[in-house]
């Protein structure tokens, strides 16, 4: 139980496209979910909190009008980053917490590497 | 914010040794993992451990929330269990907003 997928697993883009990224929640209902960015060699940095029906919260440094996040269902955020460049090359993941008051934990996706060229 | 820290930051094992990795964090928290990256990137979860002490086959582990450390600890090491593993806290009442550690980045060797 507790399985998190993302699409796609890996994607090369142009400089000025965007791309979308996919997060789902397979075995349990995620009011809550998290986007998370990784540069090589380097620990996880949470990006924004994804809510479902509400508007996403996000990090302090991180453009709101560059990563549009958006959480239409219980089971499903999509995070896609606007007219991308070279320095948002990284590794997107996100997670995800049960619908559970008294559950905390979170359970991770596998990641998506992009890189933009 | 919350401040994390994971020690050591690398560390070498022969196959069937054991080993003892730490996080140390500022604050109170209401959540604590430990997370094991594997060489493709996914993050595995080890431990849902915001206090106490849990244990799963090689691996162990224990908070001790009211001195803000956690410890996980690895016996008889095999090279599987190399790669990255790091800790991540959530300040209680922070949203349940994960801060990751620094990671530990642990290779075993025949």
């Known amino acids: 139980g507790a399985v998190v997928s993302q699409h796609p697993s890996w994607v090369i883009c142009k400089s000025g496209t965007s791309v979308k990224i996919e997060c789902r929640s397979l075995?349990?209902?995620?009011?809550?979910m998290f986007w998370y960015r990784q540069f090589p060699k380097q620990s996880l940095m949470l990006m924004a909190t994804?809510?479902?029906?509400?508007?996403?919260?996000?990090e302090q440094g991180v453009e709101k009008d560059k990563f549009l996040i958006n959480h239409a269902s219980l089971t499903l955020s999509t995070l896609t980053v606007t007219s991308a460049h070279p320095e948002d090359s990284s590794f997107y993941i996100c997670?995800?917490?049960?619908?559970?008051?008294?559950?905390?934990?979170?359970?991770f996706g596998p990641g998506t590497r992009l890189t933009v060229t | 914010g919350i401040q994390v820290e994971q020690s050591p930051p690398d560390l070498i094992l022969q196959e069937g040794a054991n080993s003892t990795l730490r996080c140390n964090f500022s604050?109170?928290?209401?959540?604590l993992q430990w997370f094991h990256q594997n060489p493709w990137g996914q993050l595995i979860n080890l431990f849902y451990i915001p206090s106490g002490t849990k244990q799963n086959g090689r691996l162990s582990a224990t908070t001790v929330a009211t001195e803000r450390y956690s410890l996980l600890y690895i016996s008889s090491s095999q090279t599987t269990d190399s790669g990255v593993y790091f800790c991540?806290?959530?300040?209680?009442?922070?949203?349940?907003?994960?801060?990751f550690g620094t990671g530990t980045q642990l290779k075993v060797e025949l």
């Open positions: 604050d109170s928290v209401n959540n």
């Open positions: 991540a806290v959530a300040v209680t009442g922070g949203g349940n907003k994960l801060t």
């Open positions: 075995d349990f209902q995620a009011t809550t």
């Open positions: 997670s995800a917490r049960v619908a559970d008051r008294g559950q905390h934990e979170q359970y």
């Open positions: 994804s809510n479902e029906g509400s508007k996403a919260t996000y």
